[in-house]
Each structure stands twice: as C-alpha cells, then as structure tokens.
Nanobody
Framework: VQLVESGGGLVQPGGSLTLSCAAS????????MSWVRQAPGQELEWISV????????YEADSVKGRFTISRDNRKNTLYLQMNSLKPEDTALYYC???????????????RGQGTQVTVSS
C-alpha cells in the first residue's frame, strides 16, 4: 500500500488549496478513504471521510462548508479542496485508508507521509 500526498504549501488566510493523494498497491475503488491532520502539539484530527463510491460520510465541524473531499477511482486519487483557509488549519495533512468507521470506532491502517499546509499572512 502506498499513499502519496501533494499540494500543500503556504497560503494566506482566506485562500484556497487542493490536496491530492495518489494511491497504489490496493483496490482503491473498494475502500473508504479519509483526510486527517495533525498540528504541532495537537492530537490527530479526522477531517473528512468518503466511501468507496464517493459519498461523504463524515466532515468535521471545524471544516464544514469550507473543505470538500472527493475521489476519482479511475485515477486512484483522493482530493481535498480547501477554501476559506484559516491560521488554525495549519497542520500536516495525511490521506489514510479507512478500515473501520462506526459510531464508536474509527480506524485507519495506512497513511501517507503527509503534506504541510501553513496558513499565515
């Protein structure tokens, strides 16, 4: 399994970025996928989860209305469109393969190396 994120960078508050995650080594189209992030000194935060067909099954309150997860199963690629970025969105962003998603249990088994997003003026 390999997950490779790209698209991070430095952006001003209010700006936009689109992250991509190229997946290989498994049946991407059969698997729920997610974006998670971790800021320095903070716990890992689930941002958004998409099912195998592209339906969004979770969005964190902190990003609702600003971030949109999507996938292209023909290209084995996961995306995160991020708009209206805030300084508190600064973090290392990872894509992750979801293995369990229930009301009481959320797990992934693989994640990429991450791409840094820094929101600052």
């Amino acid at each position: 399994v390999q997950l490779v994120e790209s698209g991070g960078g430095l952006v001003q508050p209010g700006g936009s970025l689109t992250l991509s995650c190229a997946a290989s080594g498994f049946q991407f189209g059969n698997t729920a996928m997610s974006w998670v992030r971790q800021a320095p000194g903070q716990e890992l935060e689930w941002i958004s989860v998409v099912n195998f067909g592209g339906g969004i099954i979770y969005e964190a309150d902190s990003v609702k209305g600003r971030f949109t997860i999507s996938r292209d199963n023909r290209k084995n690629t996961l995306y995160l469109q991020m708009n209206s970025l805030k300084p508190e969105d600064t973090a290392l962003y990872y894509c992750a393969r979801v293995i369990t998603w229930t009301a009481s249990r959320r797990e992934y088994d693989y994640r990429g190396q991450g791409t840094q997003v820094t929101v600052s003026s």
